[in-house]
């Protein structure tokens, strides 16, 4: 994680939500580097635990795998937290959970548009991503998450993004940036309550529900190998497969790279009923 942050400016509101752990102070940047790089340049600070960077626009945005993560000034919700969570919450396959989770709850109250996660970081809407995801831990824990809400289909055309999504680009209409932002924050709240408790089940389950892939055929890619089969079980304790010879695998999330959903006549062939 990089924690010599380069802000551009200080911040310029300052919010107080009513929340229980995240988002109780949240401080808004015009103009930022990276809010991740915020994040990590306050984790020095125990009691910075729950904060919550926003910025307006992001002049050196990250996203995985060493990318760019490119938004227009105003168009998106880039948001930062900053967390000590317990060890065994710092897990990145629960907190990627969480975070999609509550960005699928936002994304459906806010459009009533039908996300899905894609494993393991990717929100997307109607095949398009609407959400990135980045988790960077050092001496706290840094969960970055960018929404975009109102570029247009061309603005993502004209920089090369084309499956890419917004709310507004798929839901044909504008919303407040901010309150999105807002509407994050809680249900990222809510979740993290309960996970603090020891209750991680409805996170689970929800999980399950947004990923969309129990009970479908999957192609499970891992460092080492790739696997085909039914997907029987998902859960932080492993993906259970059951190949086309019956052979039952199960696999630790951390190995677990990509899953992606096989097409119908994949299935056919994987299972000896080719069409023709
Ligand atoms: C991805 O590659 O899909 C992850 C993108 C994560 C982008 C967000 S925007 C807010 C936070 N600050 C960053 O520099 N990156 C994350």
Redesign the pocket.
């Known amino acids: 994680m990089r924690n010599k942050s380069k802000s551009l400016s200080a911040p310029c509101q300052e919010w107080r939500l009513p929340t229980r752990h995240l988002g109780r102070r949240v401080l808004v940047y015009k103009r930022v580097?990276?809010?991740?790089?915020i994040a990590a340049a306050l984790a020095d600070d125990p009691t910075n635990d729950g904060l919550a960077i926003l910025?307006d626009q992001?002049t050196?945005?990250?996203?995985?795998?060493g990318?760019r993560?490119h938004?227009p000034q105003g168009a998106?919700v880039?948001?930062?937290v900053l967390l000590f969570p317990p060890a065994e919450l710092r897990r990145p396959v629960l907190l990627a959970a969480w975070a999609a989770v509550a960005v699928c709850d936002t994304v459906r109250q806010t459009t009533g548009l039908p996300p899905r996660i894609k494993w393991p970081?990717?929100v997307l809407v109607h095949g398009r991503?609407v959400?990135?995801?980045?988790i960077e831990q050092s001496r706290g824990t840094v969960v970055?998450?960018?929404l975009n809400v109102k570029q247009s289909a061309e603005t993502f055309a004209a920089a090369g993004l084309p499956l890419a999504g917004s709310l507004q680009s798929l839901a044909g209409q504008t919303w407040n940036r901010d309150a999105v932002a807002r509407l994050l924050l809680s249900r990222l709240d809510a979740e993290y309550t309960r996970l603090l408790q020891g209750d991680h089940a409805p996170l689970q389950s929800a999980w399950c529900r947004d990923s969309g892939l129990l009970g479908q055929w999957v192609t499970v890619q891992c460092h080492d190998a790739t696997h085909c089969g039914r997907l029987e079980v998902l859960s932080w304790d492993g993906l259970e497969l059951v190949c086309a010879d019956g052979d039952r695998l199960c696999l630790l999330p951390e190995r677990v790279q990509h899953v992606v959903p096989l097409a119908a006549e994949e299935v056919n062939a994987l299972r000896g009923h080719a069409q023709p």
Request: aromatic share 4%.
């Open positions: 580097d990276s809010t991740n790089n910025a992001q050196a945005g990250r996203g995985q795998h990318r993560w938004c998106g880039l948001l930062s970081n990717d991503k959400c990135g995801i980045l970055g998450i960018g």
